[in-house]
């Protein structure tokens, strides 16, 4: 298909936070025991609850990889024995003002044919698990960066640019309170860590009753809620297996990758199983940056779950699914198979950019799409993702 004869909306862009992004709100009482700077060796790192991060091996982001250079890595088209020469020649943050200000963002998006966007954090993905021993200060965190957000970017800037503010439901009032302040300023979409959720009286799935009053204000509002990757806290998962627990982007760990845990599969299997979308049926999910590998496999457990104990689900799980959780596939997944389990109309467009793993040019998204016709392309490639932008109400 012809990339100048469609526009498209594109589910997974990111910015790269600007070095304040966590602190220039932040609450002085909390700076020590959630984010602050600190100079190691020479070089700025950020410390995280009182721990060098390495979620992000440069979260200065200058220099900055190119963007879509691990293109044939993630396609396993090549092998890589050093991370760092898989990068080649990096760039200067000064060379590329639309990573850090939303107007250079949208002269950049209509060069790149993009009518609009879900806007990511980078860095910000990753902060949740750093800071979950400490809960007042990780709800001071995020309270910190989503005044940033509106701030710097906007939650629905000129109807093109939609940044998503994160939400930790560690605490439900400080979770209410969130979006409140996310709905005044005219969000339409939120991003939660694709995760059990860690609160003062343990361990919970996002989709227990003692969220309800969150999610009614979520159902009501008609906004979309996205579970994008990052560090999704399977501590306990790697440690089982003798493997560090500490997170670093783009470290290989063969056994992590092939561990049969799924953090996006055991939260959307929370999230139905927990009858979260019988409850408050107006709810969307789009799982973001998660693949779609997972989609078939999760699927199929429900339809045995629901054949063995029908009476444990108001409705076939399957079917509740393909209702209210839209999928943005990576480019190399099976495209076509994730159209016959959850339809063309759930299936979204991301491109990861500007990111290293992700496309260099976003509408080369297309080149994947082989086999579907001319209409399911404009679904995919725009009409999905600007319809969860839409008020849903």
């Known amino acids: 298909m012809d990339q100048s004869s469609l526009k498209g909306f594109d589910c997974d862009h990111h910015y790269y936070e600007a070095e304040d992004a966590f602190i220039r709100y932040m609450d002085p009482a909390m700076m020590q025991r959630a984010m602050q700077w600190v100079n190691v060796n020479g070089k700025k ?21 190119r963007p879509g250079c691990l293109d044939d890595y993630f396609r396993g088209k090549v092998s890589v024995t050093d991370m760092r020469d898989a990068f080649g020649e990096l760039e200067s943050l000064s060379d590329r003002p639309e990573y850090r200000n939303r107007d250079a963002k949208l002269d950049l998006l209509t060069k790149q044919n993009l009518d609009g966007c879900l806007l990511f954090p980078t860095l910000g993905v990753g902060m949740e698990s750093a800071l979950e021993n400490d809960l007042p200060a990780l709800q001071a965190a995020f309270s910190a960066f989503n005044r940033w957000l509106a701030e710097d970017w906007g939650f629905s800037y000129k109807d093109r640019l939609f940044a998503a503010p994160y939400i930790t439901l560690s605490n439900v009032q400080h979770a209410i309170s969130e979006l409140e302040f996310a709905i005044d300023n005219n969000v339409r979409v939120i991003n939660f860590r694709a995760s059990a959720v860690t609160t003062a009286d343990g361990q919970k799935s996002p989709a227990d009753p003692i969220f309800d009053d969150f999610w009614k204000r979520v159902n009501d509002a008609g906004i979309t809620a996205a579970f994008h990757a990052g560090d999704a806290a399977y501590d306990f998962l790697f440690a089982h297996w003798g493997l560090s627990t500490e997170f670093e982007a783009f470290r290989y760990d063969p056994l992590k990758r092939l561990l049969n845990y799924s953090n996006i599969a055991d939260t959307v299997a929370a999230l139905i199983s927990g009858g979260l979308f019988n409850r408050f049926p107006n709810i969307r999910v789009c799982t973001i940056e998660n693949g779609s590998d997972w989609v078939g496999g999760l699927l199929r457990r429900f339809s045995k779950a629901y054949k063995q104990a029908g009476y444990a689900f108001v409705e076939d799980p399957v079917k509740t699914f393909q209702n209210h959780i839209w999928v943005a596939p990576y480019y190399e997944d099976d495209l076509m198979e994730l159209r016959e389990l959850i339809g063309v109309d759930h299936i979204l467009f991301g491109s990861d950019y500007p990111h290293a793993e992700g496309l260099a040019s976003p509408m080369d998204f297309l080149d994947d ?9 404009q679904q995919i490639m725009y009409e999905n993702g600007r319809s969860l932008v839409t008020l849903n109400t």
């Open 369 to 377: 799409l082989s086999g579907f016709s001319s209409h399911e392309i």
């Open 45 to 65: 790192r950020l410390m995280v609850g009182g721990k060098v991060n390495r979620f992000i091996p440069n979260p200065t982001f200058d220099p900055i990889a």
